[in-house]
């Protein structure tokens, strides 16, 4: 049971760089969400998706574009990196009405 | 101000110990309250949710107040294994189910 998985674990990009972070779950789960986490804030959301073909803006979205062809997977790209980008990204699922996220073991992206 | 705001620690016990901390919440519409554990930088687990009765799981112990809008978390009889940053986590229904984090209270237990 892989559950929920994200690659790569750990990205080293230069400004300006086209990036894709991958995430897939293997639980059929509905929503999905990327959040970032850096020192002193919260885990930050990104973008969400409540479905296949169905995403939104989180709290952070500008510079990042997602999307959702498949249930399982929710790819975040990183458009042009930039150096204020650089965080842990951390995917999450959680399946219809249940509240409890399940989250990956995160992307550790260094942006130079 | 932020939605979600906790004390960051460090809590340094010693094995055995009781460690308590709070994290108050900014909306008072908000419907579901967590703890979730991280250690590390890694990933975040679910560690219990909060009850608007209080709830206890083991030696852990949470509590809600509604009218003061915080949460708490109780360890008592502190483990080594106990060390680790608890981030407390607010649903507002009105958001679509997105859940709100709060940076986190970091927890060192020693032995």
């Known amino acids: 049971d892989a559950g929920i998985t994200q690659s790569p674990r750990y990205k080293i990009t230069e400004t300006g760089r086209q990036v894709t972070l991958m995430c897939h779950q293997t639980w059929s789960h509905s929503y999905m969400f990327w959040y970032r986490q850096d020192l002193g804030h919260g885990l930050r959301l990104i973008y969400y998706s409540a479905a296949a073909d169905i995403t939104d803006k989180g709290e952070v979205p500008d510079g990042y574009v997602v999307s959702r062809s498949k249930t399982e997977n929710f790819p975040l790209t990183l458009e042009s990196a930039t150096r204020s980008q650089t965080s842990v990204y951390f995917c999450a699922s959680r399946g219809g009405f249940a509240e409890t996220q399940y989250f990956g073991p995160g992307t550790r992206l260094l942006v130079l | 101000r932020k939605e979600v705001e906790q004390d960051p620690g460090p809590f340094n016990v010693p094995e055995g110990a009781t460690v308590a901390f709070n994290c108050t919440y900014s909306?008072?519409?908000?419907?579901?309250f967590f703890w979730y554990r991280q250690d590390c930088r890694k990933e975040p687990k679910l560690l219990m949710s909060?009850?608007?009765s209080g709830n206890e799981d083991g030696r852990f112990t949470a509590q809600l107040n509604r009218a003061s809008q915080y949460i708490s978390l109780l360890i008592r009889d502190s483990k080594l294994s106990d060390s680790a940053t608890y981030l407390c986590?607010?649903?507002?229904?009105?958001?679509?189910?997105?859940?709100?984090f709060g940076a986190g209270t970091t927890v060192t237990v020693r032995a």
């Open positions: 909060v009850y608007s």
């Open positions: 909306n008072s519409a908000s419907q579901s």
């Open positions: 986590v607010v649903n507002n229904y009105s958001n679509d189910y997105k859940l709100s």
